[in-house]
């Protein structure tokens, strides 16, 4: 097995190739150790000393370090933890456990606006974000404002902020008129 890295537009998180499908649908954040429990693959990540963050799309894992700790001194045990999982023969998300989709659901009278967010966000944003080693999921649409949650590298990554405000806000406001603003949220 040959397990490829790509560095992310976040300094604090690498994102790890295994070269097979990790998720066949949706994405799952873990956040920390206590959220990672719920994934083989994530528990053998974290294990790694320095591991702040493990993130799983569909190809690739997006691993978060501590500022404290060097990229060369952790990446070896990771790509270790990775390799070792695969040959387990161990599920991705342990039984029980679902991926997310990305998605609320929203009902009401802005239902069409939400479902034109949505279908924007999966043919244009969500592709372009995973490519970096993160998501973007919808959170929410109210009086114009769309509130979105950034997940994987695009989390406390240091251009979020301009991802979403020159990126993602002009998208939507180009193609949907009553999007005004776009709002990261934390969950």
Known sequence: MFIQTESTPNPATLKFLPGQTVLEAGTADFPSAEAGEKSPLAKRIFAVSGVTGVFLGNDFVTVTKSDDVQWDHIKPA?????MEHYQSGQPVIGAGETAASGHAEHTGEDAEVVNQIKDLLDSRVRPAVAQDGGDITFHGFDRGVVYLHMQGACAGCPSSTLTLKMGIENLLRHYIPEVTEVRPVAV
């Open 78 to 82: 990771i790509l270790g933890a990775v």
